[in-house]
């Protein structure tokens, strides 16, 4: 892996990061087996726009996005942001992190996977929560691919909603607090 940079967003990238969350997410969808629920692909795409959108209005206050990209060819090749906990979360904890902050939009371009630019994001975005005085975080996820990262970097999940995407697709949910998780080196 060359040398990786770690920045804030900015308008520029708008175009870039779009194209971005729908090539990430067509390629996880396609990975999970479940390409056909168009529906719902088309609807998490538009979710991280949004994201973005929120963050580049807001400065950073209500959403807040760090990207890394090749400092080669600039090309942004991950994100990752931390905002408000979704509804999804709110609603899957009956409340118990609705005042959390979750960390999510962790994504790594299919052609730079597997070589620690998901590590490096999750490091900067926990020594960045810790510089604003955040001291703990959520985070879920649904793709059994991605669990299984998180499993390995966060350990046991906190909430696991069993079949809540479907028969053998559960719903896990992780809290933690930021001095929890040791910087990590490793993948």
Request: charged residues 30%.
């Amino acid at each position: 892996m060359g040398k990786i940079l770690i920045r804030r967003p900015n308008h520029n990238d708008i175009e870039e990061l779009h194209s971005f969350f729908t090539k990430v997410i067509k390629d996880t969808f396609a990975k999970e087996g479940i390409s056909e629920l168009v529906d719902d692909m088309e609807e998490e795409i538009a979710s991280k726009k949004s994201y973005l959108d929120e963050d580049l209005q807001s400065n950073g206050e209500k959403r807040y996005f760090l990207v890394a990209h090749d400092a080669e060819c600039t090309k942004i090749i991950g994100t990752i942001e931390y905002g408000p906990s979704s509804e999804l979360i709110q609603n899957c904890t009956n409340g118990a992190l609705k005042d959390s902050y979750e960390i999510g939009t962790v994504f790594v371009d299919p052609d730079h996977q597997k070589r620690g630019i998901g590590t490096l994001l999750l490091n900067v975005m926990l020594i960045t929560l810790e510089a604003k005085g955040i001291k703990e975080f959520c985070l879920d996820s649904g793709y059994g691919i991605a669990q299984k990262v998180w499993k390995e970097k966060l350990g046991k999940p906190d909430y696991c909603l069993k079949d809540y995407w479907g028969e053998g697709s559960d719903h896990m949910i992780w809290k933690r607090g930021t001095k929890d998780i040791p910087i990590l080196f490793n993948r």
